[in-house]
């Protein structure tokens, strides 16, 4: 049980928020995690099941207006009742986000106020570069440092390779392979346990995240199931996400496998992830250019000596046009939202005056 905010990861970033706010009369807690509209919050006093105030979900407009797992938010307290009310949400530090699931066009943030985000990726039949080049650029945007993870060594043919390949996509980025099974691997990202530090692992299912978090921590935090022989993946185990804190102050964030990675944010979130690339856009002869066919274009260049790979421009292109498509719909996404908004704000107004005047 922590026995200081700063356990739980509050350092100098929310002291000093919370010493300028006004919400003086509510204390802070962070989201352990969600349950269907309610939420476990934990803070020095120890867990409370929360539920957001009636002004808060009025209020909203966007689901990131409400709490997701990491955020710090400001809590009243109910005496006796081990419960509490969410009154409000401290500005976030870092956020992992991705487009939400769906033909809506708006952000699903998956975890807040993470320091380190490892992107977990198994070295079998089904490692794939262009995954791991999406995940790097939802990780980057978020603010928080990127580690690639790649489980699973014992069961590839020639992991150097897959290193090789992984770094090649990872770049700026550091990258380890590990073995659960021979044990291998494990002593250099055991140093990103660090007290009041908050680390969340990303992949698809079967990555072998939860067997990854036990290992690291040496006890069973999360249940696990065997490897099937068929496609040597492990059967999906994380229901929801869920922040725990070790005994020696660590944090951890563990997330379900993402079936998708839809990307959310502009062009320049690209810029991180295939810095490459965009260092050799910048000396292509016209400043427009689409790398298609123009004359004194830097990047069809380099792709003609092959220094960069065809594999890697072609996924570098097509988030390129994910990207402009999702910038040209969320204008309209955000003015339908308002005027849904303005709508229940005159409904509720119209209810209040009929109940005080009556019909007239």
Known sequence: MPTSLHDLGFNSFFENEFSKSEEKSFVP????????????????????????????????????????????????????????????????????????????IEEQILCANIDTIFIVQPMDSTFNPNRIERYLTIAWESGAIPIVILTK?????????????????????????????????????????????????????????????????????????????????????TTHRELFVLDDGGLLIDTPGLREIQLWGDESILEETFSDIEELASQCKFPDCSHESEPGCAVLAALAKEEISAKRFENYSKMKRELAFLESKMDESAKMRRKQKEKQLQKMIGEKLKQKYGKR
Request: proline share 3%; net charge positive.
């Open 153 to 237: 060594k014992d069961l590839c043919d020639s992991p150097e390779s897959i290193l090789l390949e992984a770094e090649s996509v990872a770049i700026g980025t550091k990258v380890y392979a590990v073995s659960s099974l021979l044990n291998d691997g494990f002593d250099p990202i055991q140093t990103y346990l660090i007290h009041g530090k908050t680390i969340v692992f990303i992949g698809q299912s079967g990555a072998g995240k939860s067997t990854l978090i036990n290992k690291l921590i040496g006890k069973e935090l999360q249940k696990t199931n065997e490897i099937r022989d068929i496609d040597s993946r492990g059967k999906h185990t």
């Open 29 to 104: 807690a962070r989201v352990i995690s969600e349950h269907k509209g309610m939420y476990r919050i934990q803070n020095e006093k120890g867990e409370f099941l929360a539920e957001i105030s009636g002004k808060m979900r009025f209020t909203a407009v966007n689901r990131d207006d409400f709490p997701t797992v990491g955020d710090w938010v400001y809590i009243q307290e109910l005496e006796g009742e081990n419960k509490a009310i969410i009154h409000s949400i401290f500005p976030r530090k870092t956020k992992l986000s991705r487009k939400a699931p769906g033909k809506n």
